[in-house]
Each structure stands twice: as structure tokens, then as C-alpha cells.
């Protein structure tokens, strides 16, 4: 870390307050932020991590704060007041354009190049963006791409770059990250890293929030933990270890983050995929065995999301076959899926698996609703709040009530609000796509007390993720998939982190 002492901070705020209704959401919260230096932000959903954020981007006003930079008074009362002093964000949740090109959203507030100034000269624009992704080592990425074509992984890595590329106009000294490698794979985080490396020896500094321990040890010099909108410590990253940032998080212990499997599963095969074909996999063969986790594991691109898509009958299957309790299924969509006993999580909760708009209620009862109505037609609302309450029980949901809407909840708790529908019906298999994608470590430990639980309970479980002791700490056996193929299938127990990194890497060589 670089020797900052006696500077003063790129970046300082205290006294920052904020209530909504009358409830404090933000309580007397300081912190500094050095040049050449990452600084870790940690804390539960709902600790106030993003609320401090927000305040420092100009996007909500505070009821009291005082902010200094390089030792002077300055005030953030917009948007545009925040970037002009050089701070750049990076959020969790995208912010893109779908129906607009890479290109178009790599220079999305910058003018665009014309031809004489008055048409947009989209040869340039792309060759522009072309150079950036390439500087910053993204080559596999079309700039001509429509986002909404982008896997998450990408968008979030169009995403960052944008930060990046503002900085060539105006100088950025300050870069904010929220949990900036949700979406992305190892290859990818690794790129991201070197980036970060790179701000720090030109002086910036960079706030990383992240719910992920290990990329907090790797890359930040101190850490701030914030419970229930407070600072609760703020020190030098060699000065805690895990167990002190859990305790500091939550308040408490948590002595086993992955629950031990109690019972073993059972031997009868309940599902198989033979020879399974579809746009983004090829010729994938493997068995699930009843209360059996199976994870799979690879790089992005690798087929993951999509082995899960063709069992869930979201991508057409061109050959093989998908057999359920020894009988073959076929002609399979996501409605006829859900009758066969097939659950889906899917990888992003916010743009594929709710309504944000809509109620808790709403979102969990969605695929029950025929049930829940009269004569089909007409929906009993005392039967759909009593059952998603009951539902939502289940999975140690906090929510107001069940007419709360979803986009009020916290990600973890949202997340819960799927796995609550998934259970609407106990399935005979679950499929999860990056389940504790963007979860504080208190969610997490609930997701996975639920996922042990349902495995117990003798459904089969297949899990995509990109959090290695994730996969290592739940799963039987884990799939290992590169260019659409299954290349692997190994036993989790004994394996380490690198072994199985070295698995996704080296898979053609297998």
C-alpha cells in the first residue's frame, strides 16, 4: 500500500446521516479513502453500504454529511457533481441500454463521432470501442452486439469498461466498485484485478465492496465493516482474518458457513442427460442421482447456464434426450418442466426470475396460479397471501408482509423469494444458476442451510457457480464444461480451489 500518512485522503466523509419515513438507514458514518490504495466496504444487505454509496454519487440526498476532498470542503448534491470531481462507479446492478450496440454503450455519456457533425460515424464509434476492450484485454466481445445478447458475465464487463473510457476525458481519481465481479468468471476477475493494480501505482483510489472474503484478502489494503447503518471497525487488512470480518458483519459467530451433509443420498438415478444437443452444448451425458448436488463448473461460455436452460426446456434440444425417473421427456418448455417436477433458479434474479414491480405474493405464487384460483379464472388472494407467507416462512424470508414489493427487498432476500416459488410444489429436481450471486454472507448461510435441506429431503440438485468453495463446500460431484462440451466429472471430496481451477482451465488437455 502506498505510504499516504501524511496526505490527506483523496476522499473524506463523515457525519453522514440518512432516514427514510423516520427509520435511520444511515447513522454518523465515516470513512477515508487513500490514493493508491483499495479500501474493502463489507457488511449484510441492508448494513447501509449502499445508501453511503448513493450519497457519495450524488443520487440521494443526505440529511447530514461533510465531505472533504484533498483536505478541501466539497459538496455532491447531483450526479454530474459527483464525476466532475472524478468519481466513478461501478454497480452490481447493471446499468446498460439493451436494445443499444457495445459500441453505443461504451460511449454512452460522450459525444458520439460524426461525419461533419451532423450524422454519427458508426465505423469510428466502433473502431473507438474496439481499441478500448482491447487495451483493457477484452477481445471476444462484438462491439456491434446488441447488449441484450450479452451473457451477464459480458455486460458487466462492458460495464466496467465504460468507467474506464471516461477517464480518458476527465480525469478519475476515485473509483467505486459494487461487487464488481458478481457476473464474472475467474479468467475475467483475474483481468479485472490487474486493472485495479494498475489505478493504484497512478494514485487512485478504488472502494471495493464486495461479499466475496476471498477477493477482499487478495486485493485491499484495509477494510471498513458497516452493521445496521454503522461504522463498525475500520482497519488494516493484515490486521483481521474472516472470522473477525464475520463477526464484525453479523454480530455473531459463524462457526460452519457450509452445512455438512447429515444423510447420504440415495443410489437411484432420477435424472439423465444423454448426448444432450443444443445451441450452446454438445453431446453432454451424466446422471443425478436422488438427494445427490451436482455442481457444474467452467469458465463463461463454457455451457454452464446452458446445460441448465436445456433441462429446463429454455433452449430447444437438437439431439440426445433428458430422462426423469426413467422416463424420457421430450418436446420439454419451462411450463411443462415445472409439471414434470423441474425447478429453475436462474443466474440473474432481478432481469430473469421476478417482477420487480410486482409483489412478494406475486412472485412466489407465479407458477401456481391456476391452483390458486377460482374455476381458473378468478385468484383467491387469502389463498395466495397465506401461501406465499407460508412459503416465505420456509425459506426465512424478511419482508414486511407478502404485499411488499420485490424491489424493495434486499438481494439476498430476494433471491429467497425464488427459491420460495421453487418450492411451491417440492420438486423432484432443482436447478440452480449462481444461487448466492450478490448475497451477504448471512443470506448465504441460509441459502445453504435451505439447499442442504432440500437435498436431504431426496430432491436432486444441479448448481452452477462461479464461487469455487461454493461448489467445493455443497456439491457430491461436480461437471466440469469448456466450448459446450463436458470434458470431466469428479468427486468434490479432496478437491482444492486450484485443482479445480486447473480442471476449467485445462480441460482440453484432459
Known amino acids: 500500500m502506498a505510504d499516504s500518512s501524511a496526505l490527506p485522503p483523496l476522499l473524506s466523509i463523515s457525519g453522514a446521516n440518512k432516514s427514510y419515513s423516520g427509520v435511520p438507514v444511515l447513522i454518523d458514518a465515516a470513512l477515508d479513502l487513500h490514493a493508491g490504495e483499495v479500501h474493502a466496504l463489507m457488511g449484510e444487505n441492508g448494513a447501509g453500504k449502499s445508501t453511503l454509496i448513493k450519497l457519495m454519487a450524488g443520487v440521494v440526498s443526505p440529511d ?113 466498485m459494487d461487487e464488481p465481479t458478481a457476473s464474472l468468471s475467474g479468467q475475467e476477475t483475474a483481468m479485472l484485478f490487474r486493472m485495479i493494480e494498475s489505478l493504484k501505482k497512478r494514485g487512485c483510489a478504488i472502494l471495493y465492496v464486495s461479499h466475496r472474503m476471498d477477493e477482499v484478502f ?186 411488499q414489493t420485490v424491489r424493495q427487498l434486499s438481494g439476498g432476500n430476494q433471491q429467497k423469494v425464488i427459491f420460495a416459488r421453487a418450492l411451491a410444489r417440492p420438486p423432484r429436481v432443482m436447478l440452480l444458476d449462481e444461487p448466492t450471486r450478490g448475497v451477504d454472507i448471512g443470506a448465504k448461510a441460509d441459502i445453504y442451510a435451505l439447499i442442504r435441506q432440500i437435498s436431504a429431503a431426496g430432491t436432486g440438485i444441479i448448481m452452477v457457480s462461479s464461487d469455487l468453495p461454493e461448489l467445493l463446500g455443497l456439491s457430491d460431484r461436480i461437471l466440469i464444461m469448456r466450448g459446450g462440451y463436458l470434458v470431466d466429472q469428479v468427486s468434490a471430496e479432496g478437491l482444492t480451489e486450484e485443482s479445480l481451477l486447473t480442471l476449467c482451465y485445462n480441460a482440453e488437455k484432459l
Open 218 to 403: 487478495k486485493i485491499a489494503d484495509r477494510i471498513t465493516v458497516m452493521r445496521d447503518g454503522q461504522v463498525v471497525e475500520t482497519q488494516p487488512i493484515e490486521a483481521v482474518n474472516p472470522a473477525d470480518i464475520i463477526r464484525m458483519m453479523t454480530g455473531r459467530a459463524l462457526q460452519q458457513i457450509y452445512p455438512p451433509r447429515e444423510t447420504p443420498h440415495g443410489g437411484r438415478i432420477l435424472l439423465e442427460a444423454r448426448g444432450l444437443q443444443t445451441k450452446g452444448v454438445k453431446d453432454v451425458t451424466f446422471e443425478l442421482l436422488e438427494g445427490q448436488i451436482l455442481g457444474i463448473a467452467g469458465l463463461n461460455g463454457s455451457g454452464r447456464t446452458e446445460v441448465l436452460r436445456a433441462l429446463m426446456g429454455a433452449d430447444r434440444v437438437i439431439d440426445g434426450e433428458i430422462v426423469l425417473d426413467g422416463l424420457a421427456v421430450r418436446g420439454l418448455s419451462p411450463t411443462s418442466a415445472w409439471q414434470h417436477g423441474l425447478a429453475y433458479v436462474p443466474e440473474e434474479r432481478r432481469s430473469q426470475g421476478l417482477i420487480l414491480s410486482r409483489s412478494v405474493g406475486n412472485n412466489i405464487t407465479l407458477p401456481q396460479l391456476r391452483h390458486l384460483s377460482h374455476a381458473g379464472m378468478l385468484l383467491n388472494h387469502g389463498a395466495e397471501y397465506q401461501t406465499s407467507r407460508k412459503l416465505g416462512d420456509s425459506v426465512r424470508l424478511k419482508s414486511k408482509s407478502p404485499a
Open 64 to 176: 447530514s454529511i461533510r465531505i472533504t476532498m484533498r483536505g478541501q470542503p466539497v459538496t455532491i448534491h447531483h450526479s454530474q457533481a459527483a464525476f466532475d470531481l472524478g468519481l466513478r462507479f461501478i454497480h452490481q446492478e447493471l446499468n446498460i441500454v439493451p436494445q443499444l450496440s457495445v459500441a453505443e454503450n461504451i460511449f454512452l455519456n460522450r459525444p458520439y463521432p460524426t461525419h461533419a457533425g451532423l450524422f454519427v460515424n458508426w465505423g469510428k464509434l466502433n473502431q473507438q470501442a474496439r481499441r478500448v476492450l482491447d487495451q483493457l484485454g477484452v477481445d471476444h466481445i462484438d462491439t456491434r452486439q446488441l447488449m441484450a445478447r450479452l451473457s451477464p458475465g459480458d455486460q458487466m464487463l462492458v460495464s466496467i469498461v465504460r468507467a474506464f473510457v471516461n477517464d480518458e476525458t476527465q480525469q478519475a481519481s476515485i473509483y467505486v
